[in-house]
């Protein structure tokens, strides 16, 4: 893209269409066809830094190189949509653009396929030490002996995280006669019939499965979720597979269990550092490697920009926007009046998310008080996008996240009621599992903030954010001491702290807030306290 070419294709397409399109990364034509081709745009190609007035501007499409930044959004006033080609929207100001009014939509399922593929590349490679075998005959060598591998039929394939891109790959290896084991908090015993896939704990994947192929997304849950702890549960001679985030398997990890020969071998493609800084890690003859490329297929690259080419063409002309990032287009006025309560839900979704981490049938959100004279679909929409997101491996927002409940097997619905015990709004999300249910209720105070002020019906008055440890126990004298005393042994200071109970000498919870994220040593020598019956951490 240059200048040159922007006055040329200025010259042709002309400036009186109804829609200027900015497109600032390379991206496939043929994808782009829906805008090229569509007499209502005037579309250009060229880097931001190429074009002399950005203000003209309808709509930007993106790919990971365009920084779209406070400062360019101010320079794009008329900007209504900002579209990324791919999955990933870090290289987007998310509130930014949400102050500035901006849309921003990404194409979650364009390198969906590819990715999948991908992955089986990686494990047939890895299994058949095809790349090694290929290096060695291209030196000139013969020796076949050296590249004895191994067949798929009958391995237990362990697959953590069972989204789109996991469920792929549960078909494929159907075809290849693989036991399938999967971990996900979220698949249901349905679904998980119905796919052919058996559910199982983290810790029975990681022990019976012979190879482990992870598809989380990297959030503080899973982010090492494969490192030194658990890889020495896992069956040796594992093959390990990463092809989803860089450092949802710890790299040092890693090194160590290949070094002493645990793990046989490993297929990564991306890394905690991009380009891969790791260079021991790369010399072990059983790793190999590919530079971050799963989702770069022709055919990926087209749906992407297809993808974002057409919602792009939807929007302009009034339709909703189907994978929208960010809040759906609003009025200032019921912006300002919906988002406390948007923010409210989305962290009590993310709380119910973290602490009910059975599979989930349905959720039920209660609204009382002045809530009730708002959009409460909003606020709706944003507490299962916030349940989802922690779990699943793609972006989830408010458009969306219906969508992928139901792939889940989740329904969700909304009631408007009058009793509000006293608070002047109240928000009450109650989520079924197969076995238990769990409930908190929220409220948002103009002068506090949002609250949280009951759990599971004990009275409670806390702020949903930070580091949290949520505890059930025993009403009995001590036990808050010895809480106490176990948090100061392991450096761990308490910030704040909120005590219910029911009735006196009955079940409690407390919920402790912290100053850093407690680890699961931390989390076990808890549960091992007399009259402590649970204990995890949140993380808001």
């Given at each position: 893209m240059n200048k040159q070419a922007v006055i040329e294709k200025e010259e042709i397409t002309g400036k009186a269409a109804k829609y200027q399109i900015l497109v600032s990364d390379a991206m496939s034509q043929e994808?782009?066809?829906?805008?090229?081709e569509n007499t209502d745009v005037h579309c250009v190609e060229a880097y931001v830094d190429e074009?002399?007035?950005?203000?003209?501007f309808d709509a930007l499409l993106v790919r990971s190189a365009t920084k779209v930044t406070e400062e360019l959004l101010q320079k794009m006033p008329n900007l209504k949509i900002v579209a990324r080609a791919g999955v990933g929207v870090d290289n987007i100001d998310l509130d930014a653009a949400t102050?500035?009014?901006?849309?921003?939509?990404n194409a979650p399922d364009g390198n969906t396929i590819s990715t999948a593929e991908h992955t089986f590349a990686m494990i047939i490679s890895l299994l058949r030490k095809i790349p090694q075998a290929n290096a060695s005959i291209k030196s000139g060598e013969w020796n076949r002996k050296a590249f004895q591998g191994s067949e798929?039929?009958?391995?237990?394939?362990?697959?953590?995280g069972f989204g789109r891109i996991g469920t792929q790959i549960a078909k494929r290896a159907r075809a290849f006669e693989m036991p399938l084991l999967v971990f996900d908090p979220f698949l249901t015993k349905a679904r998980a019939e119905k796919i052919g896939v058996i559910p199982a704990t983290l810790d029975d994947v990681l022990a019976q499965s012979d190879i482990i192929t992870v598809h989380t997304p990297l959030t503080k849950e899973t982010k090492g979720i494969l490192g030194m702890e658990n890889i020495a549960k896992t069956k040796k001679g594992v093959f390990l597979i990463n092809c989803a985030r860089g450092g949802i398997i710890d790299e040092q990890a890693l090194k160590h269990y290949l070094a002493n020969g645990h793990i046989a071998g490993a297929a990564l493609d991306v890394f905690e550092e991009e380009p891969a800084q790791d260079k021991e890690l790369l010399k072990f003859d059983n790793v190999i490697a590919t530079p971050h490329i799963a989702a770069s297929t022709k055919e990926a690259q087209l749906n992407v920009a297809s993808q974002v080419s057409e919602e792009v063409i939807r929007f302009l002309e009034g339709e909703p926007a189907t994978?929208?990032?960010?809040?759906?287009?609003?009025?200032?006025?019921?912006y300002d009046k919906i988002q406390p309560f948007y923010d409210l839900t989305k962290r009590m979704g993310n709380l119910l998310s973290q602490v009910m981490k059975t599979p989930v049938q349905e959720i039920e959100v209660f609204y009382g008080g002045k809530i009730n004279d708002l959009e409460t679909s909003i606020t709706t929409r944003s507490l299962i996008a916030g349940f989802l997101q922690p779990r699943v491996d793609a972006a989830v927002n408010d458009v969306n996240a219906a969508l992928i409940a139901k792939e889940r097997g989740i329904t969700y619905g909304e009631k408007h009621v009058e009793n509000t015990f006293g608070y002047s709004n109240l928000i009450h999300a109650v989520v079924h599992g197969e076995d238990r249910k769990f409930e908190i209720k929220g409220t948002y105070i103009k002068e506090y903030g949002a609250r949280i002020v009951s759990i599971n019906g004990f009275n409670v008055d806390f702020i949903p954010q930070g580091h949290l440890l949520y505890v059930q126990h025993n009403d009995k004298p001590g036990v808050i001491g010895r809480m106490g005393q176990l948090l100061a042994e392991h450096d761990v200071n308490i910030a704040t702290m909120q005590v219910g109970r029911k009735q006196e000498g009955g079940e409690a919870i407390m919920m402790i807030g912290v100053d850093k994220t407690v680890d699961e040593n931390v989390l076990e020598a808890i549960r091992k306290i007399d009259d402590i019956h649970f204990a995890d951490k949140i993380e808001g």
């Open positions: 994808g782009l066809l829906p805008l090229l074009v002399d007035d950005l203000s003209q102050k500035h009014g901006v849309v921003v939509v798929l039929r009958g391995k237990t394939l362990g697959i953590v994978n929208s990032i960010n809040l759906p287009t609003l009025s200032k006025e019921i």
